[in-house]
């Protein structure tokens, strides 16, 4: 793959495909005229990196479905796809190619610039390298769980939480959604107890047990739903399940649409024709944006400081099994093989050690930039001490 290297490159074009090979970039016309327009209005030409990274993520926080987000697809394209290589590579057998699961989670832009903090002051690139491979682990784990599914073991299996989000996804009322919630939790009360939790391969259930879920609907809807709405039979039931089940599938796996393809309407032109235009930005969001990424690179120095420290404050053996995992990428199995130490061992000192770090930036954070802890707040911390290890131990990757 050929390495992009102007500001124009890289926040203006996307990775063409053939199976699973790199044939070059494609220039996203209407990207690069907004981005020519933005770099006419500065008072001085602008070639850092860091500050087009800034200055679109001020933009996509104003205006979160404007152009801004499509630069940074743009801008993420090798991260995503480098992600996607690495996983695929060490899989021993997998359905899926590098392709696919680049297309999986390339839409997933706005989860990574939603947990992303530039104020702490850390690479995007690196951020999203990890986000890009969580969603890849996750997404081919339900997606492998689907796929081999009947709609019944899928039901059976199905957390409450996780329809009602699926049924929200196809937009289906707030009263309609209380009804197939219901008949799930009938399905769920007649049916599912009778088979073992290992069955994947659920048979669907026979006229009798639709029956007697239509039963404890029409039963339970009296207490359960406002207003109650009419009885209901067993066809009834099935088919408000099987379309529970599509609606779960679809937004485990979404179908993916190019923004280049046709509207298919009345109008000619592309999907990426009606996406909102970026309003031209004033002199001011360039002088706030320039400022801000001087924070940012004060704040990287001091929290890389605070973890240098903390890193140091390890006792040997520990510091270098961290070395060994990040700088060598060794696995726990292969470090423990080199240290004559048992591989649990490994596991349990790299871990002991990991909490040791994120208990000390978490705790400069609260006292130094005065954030309030929470479970979000140390989930994101965790990811950033992954970020910093990754690029400490390899500086020329950061």
Same mark, same amino acid.
């Given at each position: ?5 102007? =500001? ?8 063409? $495909? ?5 044939? /070059?970039?494609?220039?996203?016309a ?84 939603? /947990? ?6 850390f ?7 990890? =986000? ?15 796929? =081999?599914?009947?709609?019944?073991r ?12 699926? $049924? %929200?996804?196809? /937009? ?15 399905y769920?009360? @007649? ?11 659920? !048979? ?18 009296h ?11 067993? *066809?009834?039931m ?8 599509k ?32 309003? %031209? ?12 990424? %001087? ?25 270098k ?10 696995? *726990?199995? %292969? ?7 048992? *591989? ?13 770090? =994120? ?8 006292? !130094?930039?005065? @954030? !309030?802890?929470?479970s ?23």
């Amino acid at each position: 793959m050929r390495t992009r290297q102007s =500001i124009t490159e890289l926040f203006t074009t996307f990775l063409q $495909l053939d199976a699973d090979r790199v044939i /070059g970039w494609a220039v996203d016309a209407k990207l690069r005229r907004n981005l020519l327009k933005c770099q006419a209005s500065l008072s001085q030409p602008e070639h850092s990196e860091n500050f087009w990274i800034s200055y679109w993520y001020k933009l996509w926080q104003n205006q979160p479905e404007g152009l801004a987000r499509e630069h940074f697809s743009a801008y993420l394209q090798e991260t995503c796809y480098w992600s996607a290589d690495k996983i695929i590579s060490n899989l021993s057998a997998t359905q899926y190619t590098v392709s696919d699961c680049f297309q999986m989670v390339i839409t997933r832009v706005d989860k990574i610039l939603k /947990g992303f903090k530039p104020n702490m002051g850390f690479n995007l690139n690196n951020y999203a390298s990890t =986000i890009f491979s969580n969603e890849i682990k996750e997404m081919l784990r339900s997606r492998n769980e689907i796929d =081999i599914s009947t709609n019944w073991r899928l039901l059976r299996k199905l957390t409450q939480k996780r329809l009602v989000e699926s $049924l %929200q996804n196809v /937009g289906l009322s707030a009263e309609t959604i209380q009804r197939y919630v219901l008949a799930w939790k009938c399905y769920q009360a @007649i049916y599912a107890p009778q088979h073992p939790t290992g069955t994947r391969q659920l !048979s669907k259930p026979d006229d009798s047990t639709w029956m007697a879920i239509a039963r404890l609907y029409n039963s339970e809807r009296h207490t359960q739903l406002s207003p109650p709405g009419p009885e209901c039979d067993g *066809q009834t039931m099935e088919k408000w399940l099987v379309a529970s089940a599509k609606a779960v599938r679809d937004y485990f796996y979404p179908s993916m649409a190019s923004l280049n393809a046709s509207r298919n309407d009345d109008d000619s032109g592309e999907y990426q024709d009606i996406l909102p235009q970026l309003k %031209q930005d004033s002199l001011m969001t360039e002088i706030i944006a320039q400022e801000e990424l %001087q924070e940012r690179k004060s704040q990287q120095s001091l929290i890389s400081n605070v973890l240098i420290a903390a890193l140091n404050e390890l006792d040997e053996e520990a510091k270098k099994i961290i070395e060994l995992y990040y700088s060598q990428d060794l696995t *726990q199995q %292969q470090i423990a093989k080199q240290l004559g130490i048992k *591989q649990y061992t490994i596991s349990r000192r790299l871990s002991k050690a990991k909490d040791s770090l =994120i208990l000390k930036l978490a705790n400069w954070s609260k006292e !130094s930039l005065h @954030i !309030s802890l929470n479970s979000l707040l140390l989930n994101y911390i965790s990811t950033v001490l992954e970020e910093w290890l990754k690029a400490y131990y390899h500086p020329s990757s950061s």
